[in-house]
Structures are given as structure tokens and as C-alpha cells.
């Protein structure tokens, strides 16, 4: 299968190894990854700060971009939800019903990494080995919206070698919530503080999810606290193998009583 990589904008400035990795999977599996050059953001920023009608032109362009593909795949839940839950209504609201259908038909044709593996591939075990005690934290796009439900559970319990632990009160939000964490920042750091109480508790070496968004927000706090738990995408877990990890790292640290 010939499939569309939709990098988002975070990912692509911040933590572009998530797209690699994405990328690196896919084609392990098998199939061909292309990258179309015309891709930008996908609007979701601009609608939840109210910005509806400068949304337009961006869906407009991210139809464009994405247009034939077979398939298109993001390592991100809340950009996939976006897409399958706002880019139509902005464009109909804007009187464009023609958009509004070429973005309706398209998102149905774009999906969050799991979903494409579990649901469309029909994969769980994708290859992976990743010797480490993992938690993992739903976020609320991927949960809410799109309802990936326990398809990313199901990736990582067939990765070789990873533990995984549950998260205590996990289907809390971390508090990053885009604008609403400098708008709200006395209550985005308190849900935070909750979310990495709860991530400690685990133990766990690993703290992931389907959204760099969160795991930007969940790290950065868990780094001012040197705790020793870092943050990995679930893309970057699933594209790791064996023959790409140090024999250090084979050797999983003893978990403290």
C-alpha cells in the first residue's frame, strides 16, 4: 500500500524523529511512504483559538496536499481528530460545500497510527523489541474522539521485551491542552502535577502516547523534576528492533520496591 505521511506541524519542528520513526515502521511493514511536500498545518490550532474563518485557506491547502493518497497516516491523535471533526464543519460554516465534501471524503481515508495498523493493516505485533517497563497515557483526542479504545494496548503488549504497567487514573488529561496551558496555567500545571504523581507511581522507565503534544508536556515537567522517567512516542517504541538497540539497553534496570 502507498501511504501518505502527514507529519503535523509539532512534530515536524519539534520532535521529527516521531515522523521518521512513523515512516521507518511503515515501510518495515512493507509499504511505500511518501511525504507530500505541500503539507502544512492542519487548522486544528486556529479553530480552538477561535479562528474559524483564517481555517479555511488551511484546510483548503491540507486537501490539496493529501488529495489521491491511498491512505494517510499521522502520529497524531488530536490532528487525525481534527481533521475527521473539524475541517468539514469550517468549511461548510464558511459556505464552501464543495471543500466541505473533498475534506469529508479525505478524512475518511486518514488515520491515527494505530488505528492504520490494528484496523486497516490488521497488525499487533509489528516486529518491535524494546526491553523497558512502559506506561502509557491515553490522550484525550485519541480517546474522546477518535475512540482508539485499546488498539495502541494491543501494539504494545506484543513488543518484545516491554513491560507495561497501568497508568493510574489514566484517562485524566495532562493539563497541555494546546493554548489552554498558557491560558489556564495555574490549572494546566495542577493536572500536570496529578498526571506525573501518577506516572511515578508506576515506576516505569517510559512514560508514552500517541501525541507529542502531551508528551512535550508531560516530559517537560517530569524533567524539571530529574525523576529519571522520560517520554517516548509510540511510533519511535514500535519502530524499534533488536538489531537497533545497544546491548546497554538489553539490560532493564531493577524497579525500586
Known amino acids: 500500500m502507498k501511504v501518505a505521511l502527514f507529519a503535523t506541524c509539532l512534530v515536524d519542528t519539534l520532535t521529527p ?6 515512516a521507518s515502521l511503515l515501510q518495515r511493514l512493507g509499504h511505500e511512504v511518501v511525504v507530500p511536500t505541500g503539507q502544512a498545518c492542519c487548522g486544528q490550532m486556529h479553530v480552538n483559538t477561535g ?7 488551511i484546510v483548503a491547502n491540507h486537501v490539496r496536499a493529501f488529495a489521491g493518497a491511498e491512505a494517510i497516516v499521522a502520529p497524531s491523535g488530536s490532528c487525525v481528530a481534527s481533521i475527521h471533526h473539524q475541517q468539514a464543519d469550517v468549511a461548510r460554516r464558511a459556505g464552501d460545500e464543495e471543500l466541505a465534501r473533498a475534506a469529508e471524503e479525505l478524512a475518511g481515508r486518514t488515520y491515527e497510527l494505530s488505528q492504520f495498523l490494528v484496523d ?12 523497558h517497563r512502559v506506561t502509557y497515557h491515553p490522550t484525550c483526542h485519541s480517546l474522546r474522539l477518535l475512540k482508539v479504545g485499546d488498539r495502541p494496548y494491543q501494539l504494545l503488549r506484543a513488543v518484545r521485551g516491554l513491560e507495561l504497567v497501568e497508568l493510574p487514573g489514566a484517562e485524566q488529561c495532562c493539563g497541555f491542552g494546546g493554548t489552554f496551558a498558557v491560558k489556564n496555567a495555574d490549572t494546566s500545571t495542577a493536572m500536570l502535577t496529578d498526571k506525573m504523581a501518577n506516572v511515578l507511581s508506576t515506576h516505569a522507565e517510559v512514560c508514552t502516547a500517541g501525541d507529542a503534544s502531551c508528551l512535550m508536556h508531560i516530559g517537560g515537567g517530569l524533567s524539571r523534576l530529574r525523576a529519571g522517567t522520560r517520554t517516548v512516542h509510540l511510533a519511535e517504541i514500535l519502530a524499534s528492533t533488536e538489531e537497533a538497540v545497544s546491548p546497554d539497553q538489553k539490560t532493564r534496570p531493577a524497579v525500586p520496591a
Open 120 to 131: 486497516v493493516l490488521g497488525v499487533t505485533d509489528v516486529g518491535a523489541y524494546y526491553p
Open 51 to 57: 479562528y474559524r474563518r483564517e481555517a479555511v485557506g
Open 17 to 22: 524523529s516521531v515522523a521518521h520513526a512513523t
